[in-house]
């Protein structure tokens, strides 16, 4: 089983950075394909940004191109993602996913507890 903690959320004004980060553990972690999912109040679900098992490539939504970066670490057990200029927009509950697929699916099969991100003005 492949089990997700994050770390990181909170509140920011507009134009800060706030970076999460998510601890995998599990038997497939290094084999999976991770990233982050946000969730807004009132709207569903949309996927934010992904990194495949090796770590060497990344997909973003069209959102957040050139001022989210999502990363993970050198032993592969943790990822993060690096949030810059931050819009009030950007407020929801961020959740980390994983799937055991090389790289992540649009509906991961595993997820952590979620991390609130408020944005001010």
């Known amino acids: 089983q492949v089990q997700l903690v994050e770390s990181g959320g909170g509140l920011v004004q507009a134009g800060g950075s706030l970076r999460l980060s998510c601890a995998a553990s599990?038997?497939?972690?290094?084999?999976?394909?991770m990233g982050w999912f946000r969730q807004a109040p009132g709207k569903g679900r949309e996927f934010v940004a992904s990194?495949?098992?090796?770590?060497?490539?990344?997909t973003y939504a069209d959102s957040v191109k050139g001022r989210f970066a999502i990363r993970a670490d050198n032993a592969k057990n943790t990822v993060s993602l690096q949030m810059n200029s931050l819009k009030p927009e950007d407020t929801a509950v961020y959740y980390c996913?994983?799937?055991?697929?090389?790289?992540?699916?649009?509906?991961?099969?595993?997820w952590g507890q979620g991390t609130q991100v408020t944005v001010s003005s």
């Open positions: 599990g038997r497939t972690f290094a084999s999976s394909g």
């Open positions: 990194i495949d098992w090796s770590g060497s490539h990344t």
């Open positions: 996913a994983a799937d055991r697929l090389p790289t992540l699916t649009s509906r991961p099969e595993y």
